[in-house]
């Protein structure tokens, strides 16, 4: 089982990026997937969320309207899309998978730093500077 998340770099504020989250060893039709992000001395945050189904979407106020989470079941992979990209934004972000969309609403709505899923993947890291 593996979540594989890529596509991070160095980019200039405003400018956009997409990762991508390869989920392997699972069929990700099963799962809700989760993006979250740990800046440099802070604590982990849930970013973004989408449903395994019907592909409902849940954001953090801070992305909300720049950032657009998708998946491709029939591919096993799960974007996230981020478009004027801010130096606030400069992470290292995971994906993460849980059968339970609540478990990522609860994140979010609760601020909680620490939780439970089904499957962590790697991290990528996303620089914003000038």
């Known amino acids: 089982v593996q979540l594989q998340a890529c596509g991070g770099g160095l980019v200039q504020p405003g400018d956009s990026l997409r990762l991508s989250c390869a989920v392997s060893?699972?069929?990700?039709?099963?799962?809700?997937v989760g993006w979250f992000r740990r800046a440099p001395g802070m604590v982990r945050e849930i970013v973004s969320s989408?449903?395994?189904?019907?592909?409902?979407?849940d954001y953090a106020e801070s992305v909300k309207g720049r950032f657009t989470i998708s998946r491709d079941n029939a591919k096993n992979m799960v974007y996230l899309q981020m478009s004027s990209l801010k130096p606030e934004d400069t992470a290292v972000y995971y994906c993460?998978?849980?059968?339970?969309?609540?478990?990522?609403?609860?994140?979010?709505?609760?601020?909680?730093?620490?939780?439970?899923?089904?499957?962590w993947g790697q991290g990528t890291q996303v620089t914003v500077s000038s």
């Open positions: 989408i449903n395994k189904r019907d592909g409902a979407t």
């Open positions: 993460a998978a849980d059968e339970y969309y609540a478990t990522f609403i609860t994140a979010r709505v609760l601020g909680l730093q620490s939780i439970t899923v089904d499957y």
């Open positions: 060893g699972f069929t990700l039709d099963n799962y809700a």
